[in-house]
């Protein structure tokens, strides 16, 4: 067993209890964060990053969407780094018009095809934007979890 010193347990002690506090400070946030559903005004980069492919999912799994947790986040962190806004303005698609938008980086006519009713129409919306991503996905590579790279 180790012994500490005295004022070593206290430092500790002290130690533990703020990192204790920061955490449920952290756990008030994310709660609050995850209260309402997601929208492009209120999202944030790296937001709910979890939140959104839990629901995402949801839907999925309603409209025999295949795919799966692992699958959606390891795309959407290599396409948008979590940022629910981000644009592509250098790539192909951009130069002829078309950016890649949001989480999964979808560009509007794809979004549009691959649209999942019941979700938001704004290509922004982090749930909207990875169902129809998913979606896409299922219709070209048989899933998102089959993508392991830009798609």
Do not use: C
Not at 3 to 11: I, L, M, V, Y
Not at 26 to 32: E, I, K, N
């Amino acid at each position: 067993m180790l012994r500490f010193p005295k004022s070593s347990t206290r430092r500790l002690t002290k130690a533990r209890t703020f990192a204790l506090s920061g955490l449920a400070a952290t756990g008030l946030s994310v709660l609050a964060a995850t209260a309402g559903a997601p929208s492009a005004s209120a999202a944030t980069p790296g937001g709910n990053v979890d939140g959104w492919i839990k629901q995402a999912l949801v839907v999925m799994h309603e409209k025999g969407i295949p795919g799966s947790y692992d699958g959606i986040h390891r795309n959407l962190m290599r396409e948008s780094a979590g940022n629910p806004n981000a644009i592509n303005n250098w790539d192909s698609n951009a130069k002829i018009g078309t950016p890649s938008k949001g989480l999964m980086q979808v560009i509007d006519p794809t979004f549009k095809a691959y649209h999942v009713a019941g979700t938001s129409s704004n290509i922004y919306d982090p749930v909207a934007n990875i169902v129809a991503s998913a979606n896409y996905a299922a219709h070209r590579y048989g899933s998102i979890d089959k993508v392991n790279s830009a798609y």
